[in-house]
Nanobody, 127 residues
Framework: EVQLQASGGGLVQTGGSLTLSCVTS????????IAWFRQAPGKEREGVSC??????????DYGDSVKGRFAIAIDKSERTVILQMNNLQPEDTAEYYC??????????????????WGQGTLVTVSS
């Protein structure tokens, strides 16, 4: 059982930045694929970013709406996955979730692929 704890959400103005953290119980990140998803009220869950960092695969991917603005990284010493979000826009307002699945493979932004989910952290971008 993998434990995931997301934090870092808050209220920010348009154009601002936030850093989300997902503290995990993962010991060897090479065995897992980790991702961030978000869900706005009344909308479907959307893939934001994912990362695989193993000796077999090393990949990141981003949703089209966040490419060039968001960056994902792993801090192995802290067992944490970071999502740096820059130039935030009102349409980025959502509950953000981190997720993980065992098995190193090219990462995917399909929610059904992931087995473990953390609770959400709310990001609100004011216009």
């Amino acid at each position: 059982e993998v434990q995931l704890q997301a934090s870092g959400g808050g209220l920010v103005q348009t154009g601002g930045s936030l850093t989300l953290s997902c503290v995990t119980s993962i010991v060897n990140f090479g065995d897992y694929t980790i991702a961030w998803f978000r869900q706005a009220p009344g909308k479907e869950r959307e893939g934001v970013s994912c990362i695989t960092d193993s000796k077999y695969y090393s990949s990141t991917d981003y949703g089209d709406s966040v490419k060039g603005r968001f960056a994902i990284a792993i801090d192995k010493s802290e067992r944490t996955v970071i999502l740096q979000m820059n130039n935030l826009q009102p349409e980025d307002t959502a509950e953000y979730y981190c997720a993980a699945v065992w098995g190193p493979s090219p990462c995917t932004l399909i929610a059904g692929h992931y087995e473990y989910w953390g609770q959400g952290t709310l990001v609100t971008v004011s216009s």
